[in-house]
Protein backbone atom coordinates (compact mmCIF):
# COMPACT_ATOMS: atom_id res chain seq x y z
CA UNK A 1 0.00 0.00 0.00
CA UNK A 2 1.08 3.52 -0.55
CA UNK A 3 0.62 6.41 2.24
CA UNK A 4 0.72 9.26 -0.88
CA UNK A 5 0.64 9.32 -4.86
CA UNK A 6 0.76 11.85 -6.32
CA UNK A 7 0.44 11.78 -10.24
CA UNK A 8 1.44 14.30 -13.11
CA UNK A 9 1.24 17.20 -10.62
CA UNK A 10 1.45 21.02 -12.26
CA UNK A 11 1.70 24.40 -10.64
CA UNK A 12 1.69 27.61 -12.40
CA UNK A 13 1.59 31.11 -10.84
CA UNK A 14 0.86 32.91 -13.87
CA UNK A 15 3.50 32.87 -16.34
CA UNK A 16 5.49 31.21 -13.51
CA UNK A 17 5.49 27.40 -14.11
CA UNK A 18 6.46 25.97 -10.13
CA UNK A 19 5.96 22.57 -10.95
CA UNK A 20 5.91 20.73 -14.10
CA UNK A 21 4.59 17.24 -14.06
CA UNK A 22 5.43 15.81 -11.17
CA UNK A 23 4.98 12.00 -9.90
CA UNK A 24 6.00 10.66 -6.68
CA UNK A 25 4.68 7.45 -4.70
CA UNK A 26 5.49 7.36 -1.02
CA UNK A 27 5.34 3.99 1.36
CA UNK A 28 4.71 3.93 4.95
CA UNK A 29 7.38 5.00 7.00
CA UNK A 30 9.87 6.19 4.40
CA UNK A 31 12.05 8.54 4.49
CA UNK A 32 11.88 11.02 1.73
CA UNK A 33 14.82 13.60 1.32
CA UNK A 34 13.54 16.41 -1.34
CA UNK A 35 16.36 18.46 -2.53
CA UNK A 36 17.08 21.60 -4.60
CA UNK A 37 17.68 25.11 -5.52
CA UNK A 38 16.48 28.03 -4.08
CA UNK A 39 13.09 28.28 -6.40
CA UNK A 40 12.96 24.88 -7.32
CA UNK A 41 9.37 24.08 -6.34
CA UNK A 42 9.88 22.17 -2.89
CA UNK A 43 7.67 24.03 -0.66
CA UNK A 44 5.38 24.42 -3.24
CA UNK A 45 5.17 20.37 -3.81
CA UNK A 46 4.44 20.26 0.20
CA UNK A 47 1.91 23.11 0.02
CA UNK A 48 -0.53 21.37 -2.54
CA UNK A 49 0.52 18.23 -0.51
CA UNK A 50 -1.07 19.80 2.64
CA UNK A 51 -3.58 21.65 1.16
CA UNK A 52 -2.55 24.80 0.81
CA UNK A 53 -3.65 25.53 -3.02
CA UNK A 54 -4.27 22.95 -5.51
CA UNK A 55 -2.33 21.46 -8.24
CA UNK A 56 -3.06 23.43 -11.80
CA UNK A 57 -2.84 20.11 -13.24
CA UNK A 58 -2.27 16.28 -11.80
CA UNK A 59 -3.81 13.99 -9.21
CA UNK A 60 -3.45 13.35 -5.55
CA UNK A 61 -3.99 9.58 -4.18
CA UNK A 62 -4.27 9.21 -0.58
CA UNK A 63 -3.84 5.65 0.52
CA UNK A 64 -5.20 4.36 -2.84
CA UNK A 65 -7.99 7.21 -2.30
CA UNK A 66 -8.08 10.50 -5.11
CA UNK A 67 -8.60 13.65 -2.46
CA UNK A 68 -9.25 17.13 -3.29
CA UNK A 69 -8.05 19.31 -0.67
CA UNK A 70 -9.56 22.94 -0.63
CA UNK A 71 -7.80 23.72 2.36
CA UNK A 72 -5.03 22.04 4.82
CA UNK A 73 -8.10 20.89 7.75
CA UNK A 74 -8.91 18.70 4.93
CA UNK A 75 -5.68 17.32 4.40
CA UNK A 76 -5.17 16.76 8.29
CA UNK A 77 -8.02 14.87 8.26
CA UNK A 78 -6.37 12.37 5.89
CA UNK A 79 -3.70 12.11 7.95
CA UNK A 80 -1.23 14.44 6.29
CA UNK A 81 0.73 16.96 8.88
CA UNK A 82 2.85 19.47 8.41
CA UNK A 83 6.12 21.24 10.31
CA UNK A 84 6.76 24.15 8.75
CA UNK A 85 9.70 26.25 8.60
CA UNK A 86 8.65 29.14 10.29
CA UNK A 87 6.95 26.41 12.64
CA UNK A 88 3.95 28.97 13.64
CA UNK A 89 4.13 28.36 17.33
CA UNK A 90 2.87 30.75 19.69
CA UNK A 91 6.00 31.98 21.87
CA UNK A 92 3.68 33.19 25.02
CA UNK A 93 2.02 29.64 25.41
CA UNK A 94 3.34 26.72 26.66
CA UNK A 95 4.67 23.65 25.19
CA UNK A 96 1.64 21.56 25.65
CA UNK A 97 -0.80 24.79 24.42
CA UNK A 98 1.16 24.62 21.05
CA UNK A 99 1.05 20.90 20.63
CA UNK A 100 -3.05 21.60 21.52
CA UNK A 101 -3.82 24.74 19.51
CA UNK A 102 -6.57 25.06 17.90
CA UNK A 103 -7.81 21.12 18.85
CA UNK A 104 -8.27 21.62 22.87
CA UNK A 105 -9.48 19.17 25.08
CA UNK A 106 -12.67 20.46 26.79
CA UNK A 107 -14.35 18.90 29.87
CA UNK A 108 -18.08 19.19 31.61
CA UNK A 109 -21.14 19.49 29.69
CA UNK A 110 -22.15 22.68 27.65
CA UNK A 111 -22.55 25.56 28.47
CA UNK A 112 -20.16 24.57 31.61
CA UNK A 113 -17.47 23.23 29.21
CA UNK A 114 -14.04 23.88 30.04
CA UNK A 115 -10.37 23.56 28.73
CA UNK A 116 -9.20 20.02 30.28
CA UNK A 117 -5.82 21.54 31.34
CA UNK A 118 -4.74 18.21 33.28
CA UNK A 119 -5.19 16.29 30.58
CA UNK A 120 -3.99 18.31 27.89
CA UNK A 121 -0.67 18.58 30.00
CA UNK A 122 -0.76 14.64 30.86
CA UNK A 123 -0.76 14.10 27.23
CA UNK A 124 1.66 16.56 26.09
CA UNK A 125 3.95 14.85 28.62
CA UNK A 126 3.44 11.63 27.09
CA UNK A 127 4.01 12.57 23.44
CA UNK A 128 7.47 13.94 24.42
CA UNK A 129 8.46 11.16 26.43
CA UNK A 130 7.48 9.03 23.23
CA UNK A 131 9.59 11.21 21.07
CA UNK A 132 12.43 10.92 24.15
CA UNK A 133 12.21 15.46 24.13
CA UNK A 134 13.20 16.41 27.30
CA UNK A 135 10.68 19.06 26.50
CA UNK A 136 7.95 20.01 29.68
CA UNK A 137 4.59 20.35 29.00
CA UNK A 138 4.75 23.93 31.37
CA UNK A 139 7.46 25.59 29.77
CA UNK A 140 6.43 28.72 27.30
CA UNK A 141 7.49 28.41 24.07
CA UNK A 142 9.09 31.76 23.78
CA UNK A 143 12.14 30.05 26.61
CA UNK A 144 12.78 27.29 24.11
CA UNK A 145 16.37 26.67 22.37
CA UNK A 146 15.27 25.65 18.45
CA UNK A 147 15.42 21.88 18.61
CA UNK A 148 12.87 22.03 21.73
CA UNK A 149 10.29 23.85 19.41
CA UNK A 150 10.84 21.48 17.05
CA UNK A 151 9.54 18.81 19.46
CA UNK A 152 6.77 20.69 20.29
CA UNK A 153 5.53 21.42 16.13
CA UNK A 154 6.14 17.10 15.82
CA UNK A 155 4.43 16.13 18.91
CA UNK A 156 1.48 18.53 17.39
CA UNK A 157 1.77 16.03 14.21
CA UNK A 158 1.12 12.99 16.58
CA UNK A 159 -2.01 14.33 18.72
CA UNK A 160 -3.90 12.88 15.29
CA UNK A 161 -3.92 9.43 13.48
CA UNK A 162 -0.85 11.35 11.01
CA UNK A 163 -0.21 8.92 7.89
CA UNK A 164 2.41 11.33 6.88
CA UNK A 165 4.65 14.34 8.42
CA UNK A 166 5.62 17.07 5.48
CA UNK A 167 8.80 18.90 6.91
CA UNK A 168 10.13 22.22 5.31
CA UNK A 169 13.38 22.50 5.90
CA UNK A 170 13.51 22.01 10.03
CA UNK A 171 17.35 21.91 10.82
CA UNK A 172 17.80 25.36 8.94
CA UNK A 173 18.20 27.52 12.08
CA UNK A 174 19.06 25.19 14.69
CA UNK A 175 22.48 23.94 16.51
CA UNK A 176 24.51 21.01 15.65
CA UNK A 177 23.65 19.50 18.73
CA UNK A 178 19.55 20.04 18.27
CA UNK A 179 19.73 18.97 14.56
CA UNK A 180 21.18 15.71 16.05
CA UNK A 181 17.74 15.77 18.00
CA UNK A 182 15.73 16.59 15.43
CA UNK A 183 17.20 14.08 13.00
CA UNK A 184 15.99 11.49 16.30
CA UNK A 185 12.70 12.05 16.23
CA UNK A 186 12.24 11.61 12.14
CA UNK A 187 13.42 8.44 12.99
CA UNK A 188 11.08 7.89 16.10
CA UNK A 189 8.23 8.80 13.71
CA UNK A 190 9.72 6.25 10.61
CA UNK A 191 9.65 3.55 13.53
CA UNK A 192 6.12 4.35 14.20
CA UNK A 193 5.07 3.69 10.25
CA UNK A 194 4.74 7.29 9.24
CA UNK A 195 6.08 8.28 6.34
CA UNK A 196 8.22 11.72 6.14
CA UNK A 197 9.20 14.11 3.52
CA UNK A 198 11.85 16.05 4.71
CA UNK A 199 12.84 19.63 2.63
CA UNK A 200 16.36 20.08 3.69
CA UNK A 201 19.53 22.54 2.03
CA UNK A 202 21.89 20.27 4.38
CA UNK A 203 23.33 17.16 2.38
CA UNK A 204 24.59 15.57 5.81
CA UNK A 205 21.11 15.49 7.38
CA UNK A 206 19.58 14.12 4.24
CA UNK A 207 21.91 11.07 4.29
CA UNK A 208 21.66 10.49 7.22
CA UNK A 209 17.99 10.12 7.78
CA UNK A 210 16.78 9.36 4.42
CA UNK A 211 16.32 6.19 2.70
CA UNK A 212 15.29 7.99 -0.93
CA UNK A 213 15.89 11.02 -2.63
CA UNK A 214 14.20 12.97 -4.88
CA UNK A 215 15.58 16.07 -6.86
CA UNK A 216 13.52 19.35 -8.00
CA UNK A 217 15.48 21.75 -10.32
CA UNK A 218 13.06 24.24 -11.51
CA UNK A 219 9.26 22.46 -11.07
CA UNK A 220 10.95 18.77 -12.74
CA UNK A 221 11.67 16.12 -11.03
CA UNK A 222 15.58 14.77 -12.18
CA UNK A 223 16.20 11.95 -9.56
CA UNK A 224 14.16 9.71 -7.40
CA UNK A 225 16.57 7.14 -6.36
CA UNK A 226 17.63 4.66 -2.98
CA UNK A 227 19.99 6.95 -1.02
CA UNK A 228 22.19 4.40 -0.61
CA UNK A 229 22.53 3.91 -4.59
CA UNK A 230 23.65 8.18 -4.67
CA UNK A 231 26.34 10.43 -3.39
CA UNK A 232 26.11 13.98 -1.81
CA UNK A 233 28.68 14.75 -4.97
CA UNK A 234 26.11 13.06 -7.68
CA UNK A 235 23.22 14.81 -5.52
CA UNK A 236 25.07 18.28 -5.76
CA UNK A 237 25.86 17.53 -9.83
CA UNK A 238 21.69 16.89 -9.80
CA UNK A 239 20.19 19.97 -7.85
CA UNK A 240 23.24 22.74 -10.19
CA UNK A 241 22.74 21.01 -13.36
CA UNK A 242 25.73 19.56 -13.97
CA UNK A 243 24.26 16.30 -14.07
CA UNK A 244 20.87 16.30 -16.10
CA UNK A 245 19.78 13.34 -14.30
CA UNK A 246 19.93 9.97 -12.70
N1 LIG B 1 2.31 32.14 -4.07
C1 LIG B 1 3.15 32.30 -5.10
N2 LIG B 1 2.88 33.18 -6.08
C2 LIG B 1 3.71 33.33 -7.14
N3 LIG B 1 4.83 32.61 -7.32
C3 LIG B 1 5.16 31.71 -6.38
C4 LIG B 1 4.34 31.51 -5.22
N4 LIG B 1 4.90 30.53 -4.45
C5 LIG B 1 6.03 30.17 -5.11
N5 LIG B 1 6.19 30.87 -6.25
C6 LIG B 1 7.27 30.70 -7.25
O1 LIG B 1 7.35 29.32 -7.55
C7 LIG B 1 8.71 28.90 -7.67
C8 LIG B 1 8.98 27.77 -6.67
O2 LIG B 1 8.95 28.31 -5.35
P1 LIG B 1 9.11 27.41 -4.04
O3 LIG B 1 8.83 28.27 -2.87
O4 LIG B 1 8.30 26.18 -4.20
O5 LIG B 1 10.66 27.03 -4.09
P2 LIG B 1 11.55 26.21 -3.04
O6 LIG B 1 12.11 25.05 -3.77
O7 LIG B 1 10.76 25.95 -1.82
O8 LIG B 1 12.72 27.25 -2.75
P3 LIG B 1 13.52 27.59 -1.37
O9 LIG B 1 14.63 26.57 -1.29
O10 LIG B 1 14.07 28.94 -1.63
O11 LIG B 1 12.57 27.53 -0.23
C9 LIG B 1 9.55 30.14 -7.46
O12 LIG B 1 9.86 30.68 -8.72
C10 LIG B 1 8.63 31.07 -6.69
O13 LIG B 1 8.95 32.41 -6.94
MG1 LIG C 1 10.93 26.58 0.19
Same mark, same amino acid.
Given at each position: ? =???? %? #? ?13 ? @? ?7 ? $? @? &? ?14 ? *?? &? ?22 ? /? ?17 ? =?? +? ?10 ? &? ?14 ? /? +?? %?? #?? %???? =? ?14 ? /? ?7 ? !??? #? ?6 ? =??? *? !????? /? ?15 ? *? ?7 ? $? ?20 ? +? #? ?6 ? +???? &? ?5
Amino acid at each position: M =TVLE %L #KGISKHFGAIQALND @VSLTIEPGA $V @V &GLMGDNGAGKSTLVKI *IA &GNFPPSHGTIRVQDREVHFHKPVE /ARESGIEVVYQDLALCNNL =TA +AANVFLGRELRR &GVWPLRILDYATMYKR /A +AE %LF #KE %LKSE =TRPRDLVKQMSGGQRQ /AVAIARTRL !SDS #KIVLMDEP =TAA *I !SVRQV /AEVLNLIRRLRDQGIAV *ILISHRMPD $VFSVCDRIVVLRRGTKVADKEI +A #KSSPEEVT +ALIT &GALERA
